[in-house]
């Protein structure tokens, strides 16, 4: 199949387009290489991924770049661009929120409403439930988002279910649980605490750290991915977690045990827009995908002190 991802150089962009590329379709990258962290790192996820003859890469910015000449022939759309990042999104900052997640899933599900593809799947996030009713939170609770970028991804998610309703956009919704693994962003916390540990540095724990996430090594959440958009019958919203629910402090001491080093802690106060906690309920992914997530925390946090050690290699 002929596939198109926007947000490819990015942390599960990259990865969702090379597993593609591995299965043997042909994959058109959309990237505008925002500089809310440094664009040197997705350059380096394009340049993997650009040695591969069946990727091509646009960059183009999808709120205000036309992208119809890229759909030709397109079966699948893998909406993975976003503005990333809770306590970013307050403020004047907001804008390029508004800008990233809202008008850019706007243009794109306009680009694609009168084109015949088999899915458009829309990578949402956790973010949207806020402080949960329940735990393990299942898809059909009520959002209640507490930070304005989860405001903006459940805006998203609301124009996708329109375009569906009203134009037959094939509409498929994942929600990532805090995804990690090699290449995450340097503002993620497993990312942050692992250079903090490898360099002997302080790491900022904001809060008391007993706050828990439902962490997903990016394996997992690449496969929930594909099992959503290449399963005809799939629609709605699935919850994508790794199973792996553990509280911040208790991951630390994970890490520490990997890296063989004891952590400097700085406790400083709970920042806005942080939930307290993160569980997913997953049934509906195990019952109608076959989605199982196969990699422990430790494992997973393993391969990513990995890749973290050999960047400074």
């Excluded at 959002?143 to 956009?169: D, F, I, M």
């Excluded at 903090?196 to 706050?211: F, K, N, P, R, T």
Aim: hydrophobic fraction near 40%; charged fraction near 25%.
């Amino acid at each position: 199949m002929k596939c198109l991802v926007t947000g490819a150089a990015g942390f599960i962009g990259s990865h969702v387009a090379e597993r593609l590329l591995k299965d043997g379709h042909t994959v058109v990258g959309i990237d505008r290489f925002s500089d809310y962290y440094d664009p040197a790192l997705k350059r380096s996820n394009a340049e993997d991924l650009l040695e591969n003859s069946g990727f091509e890469l646009a960059v183009r910015d999808l709120a205000i770049d036309q992208i119809s000449d890229l759909l030709g022939g397109v079966d699948v759309v893998f909406h993975l661009a976003a503005q990333a990042g809770v306590r970013a999104s307050w403020g004047e900052s907001f804008d390029r929120y508004v800008d990233d997640n809202i008008r850019a899933t706007q243009r794109l599900l306009e680009a694609v409403k009168d084109r015949r593809i088999d899915k458009f799947l829309y990578a949402s996030t956790s973010s949207v439930y806020g402080d949960a009713e329940k735990f393990p939170t299942p898809e059909d609770v009520r959002p209640r988002p507490v930070s304005p970028y989860g405001v903006t991804k459940l805006a998203a998610e609301h124009l996708c279910n329109l375009y569906q309703r009203n134009y037959g956009v094939p509409v498929v919704a994942v929600r990532y649980f805090t995804v990690y693994g090699p290449r995450q962003r340097p503002d993620m916390a497993f990312r942050r605490f692992i250079d903090a540990l490898l360099g002997g540095w302080e790491i900022d724990v904001y809060g008391d750290g007993g706050q828990t996430r439902d962490f997903t090594y990016v394996s997992d959440a690449v496969d929930a991915t594909l099992r959503a958009a290449f399963s005809p019958e799939a629609t709605g919203v699935f919850n994508v977690g790794g199973g792996s629910q553990i509280a911040l402090r208790d991951a630390i001491s994970v890490l520490e045990e990997l890296i063989g080093k004891e952590a400097i802690l700085n406790f400083t106060d709970p920042v806005a827009g942080d939930s307290r906690d993160t569980s997913a309920d997953t049934s509906r992914a195990a019952a109608e995908l076959k989605y199982r997530p196969s990699v422990d925390l430790a494992s997973g946090l393993a391969n990513q002190v990995a890749w973290q050690r050999g960047l400074g290699d």
